[in-house]
């Protein structure tokens, strides 16, 4: 079964930098909208950002102007350019996109298995 991989989440002292990535481990007929969620320790998991297939963007506002979605759809992958980051900040992200796995399946959401975000001095 085709899981989605995130990668690039780490340790950074605030005001730092990070880039997250969401690839597939395998084929998927087709995606749409793709976003980013996270979930801090005692805390609901929020949508960070998200993505349509044709491109426009939505921010949760924390994220405005820190954080830039974008996606490479050759590729099938989401990317998350966090800039500017807040101890606040710290949290598992996972990232979340809306696909039909093969061309007989409907559309579905499926997450990733999330990646840790500490932002810390």
């Known amino acids: 079964q085709v899981q989605l991989v995130e990668s690039g989440g780490g340790l950074v002292q605030p005001g730092g930098s990070l880039r997250l990535s969401c690839a597939p481990s395998?084929?998927?007929?087709?995606?749409?909208?793709m976003a980013w969620y996270r979930q801090a320790p005692g805390k609901e998991r929020e949508l960070v950002a998200s993505?349509?297939?044709?491109?426009?963007?939505n921010y949760e506002d924390s994220a405005k102007g820190r954080f830039t979605i974008s996606r490479d759809n050759a590729k099938n992958t989401v990317y998350l350019q966090m800039n500017s980051l807040k101890p606040e900040d710290t949290a598992v992200y996972y990232c979340?996109?809306?696909?039909?796995?093969?061309?007989?399946?409907?559309?579905?959401?499926?997450w990733g298995q999330g990646t840790q975000v500490t932002v810390s001095s």
């Open positions: 979340n996109v809306l696909a039909r796995m093969n061309y007989g399946s409907d559309y579905s959401y499926y």
């Open positions: 395998g084929s998927i007929f087709r995606i749409s909208d």
């Open positions: 993505i349509t297939s044709t491109g426009r963007t």
